[in-house]
């Protein structure tokens, strides 16, 4: 009896240890990500020094930089790095999306750092 007892509690430590380490796996998702690198077309937004990326991977995001140069890639295909707006709140929300949704295309705000042409023209 004593042997099955330390059986069961030995499950349910390990089974306890999977949820957390799952759990932590969870927030390693791209979409909690802080700092994200995208590629995609960048188009001209409807305001001034606004501006969208339609990623490859068909995200849609609006993209603000006060250091880098955006105005001059609009109808080029490049690579972004940027800060994601509100990080933790936009991984909330891609989640519940994608729970209703598994198909979803991720969408959000970047401040962008720093950029890259990949082609002078989106394909």
């Not at 089974?15 to 802080?34: N, P, S, Y």
């Not at 962008?112 to 990949?118: A, H, P, Q």
């Amino acid at each position: 009896m004593k042997n099955l007892t330390m059986a069961t509690g030995l499950a349910a430590v390990c089974m306890f240890a999977g949820v957390i380490l799952g759990a932590a796996a969870q927030d390693a998702k791209a979409t909690h990500e802080k700092t994200r690198t995208l590629t995609g077309c960048l188009q001209k937004g409807d305001e001034a020094n606004e501006f969208h990326l339609a990623a490859k991977d068909g995200g849609k995001w609006d993209l603000k930089s006060d250091n880098v140069k955006l105005a001059d890639h609009v109808g080029h295909t490049v690579k972004v790095v940027g800060v994601v707006d509100n990080a933790t709140a936009h991984g909330m929300k891609e989640d519940v999306k994608t729970g209703v949704d598994k198909k979803a295309a991720e969408t959000g705000n970047i401040t962008v750092t720093d950029l890259s042409m990949v082609s002078e023209s989106c394909k």
